[in-house]
């Protein structure tokens, strides 16, 4: 069992910079694939980020490449998203997922295995 605790949401302005942490507790942190997914208002939980075991590759979504940058520390076991030049539109609940390593990229809800509180972010105009 996995248990994932996020911090760092907050309010901030258009770009502005935030950095999420996510806390795992597992004993072999470093057997899971680590994402980040976020859900607006009235939308569905969409995929932003995902890092390898070891960290050596990531991969994200579109729509935050350039501005958002996932790493992780497996030392400390925490997965990190550090945001910057933020807009309105990444106002979302933030979440940080795990699942046990397997080839290829994760991008859907339905790979992960485990999931945290969540955390808000909210980027004003």
């Known amino acids: 069992q996995v248990q994932l605790v996020e911090s760092g949401g907050g309010l901030v302005q258009a770009g502005d910079s935030l950095r999420l942490s996510c806390l795992a507790s597992?004993?072999?942190?470093?057997?899971?694939?680590m994402a980040w997914f976020r859900q607006a208002p009235g939308k569905e939980r969409e995929f932003v980020a995902a890092?390898?075991?070891?960290?050596?590759?990531?991969y994200s979504a579109d729509s935050v490449k350039g501005r958002f940058t996932i790493s992780r520390d497996n030392a400390k076991m925490t997965s990190y998203l550090q945001m910057n030049t933020l807009k309105p539109e990444d106002t979302a609940v933030y979440y940080c997922?795990?699942?046990?390593?397997?080839?290829?990229?994760?991008?859907?809800?339905?790979?992960?295995?485990?999931w945290g509180q969540g955390t808000q972010v909210t980027v004003s105009s």
């Open positions: 997922a795990a699942r046990v390593s397997t080839s290829g990229w994760a991008t859907r809800v339905d790979e992960y295995h485990y």
């Open positions: 597992a004993r072999t942190f470093s057997g899971y694939e």
């Open positions: 890092i390898s075991r070891i960290g050596g590759t990531s």
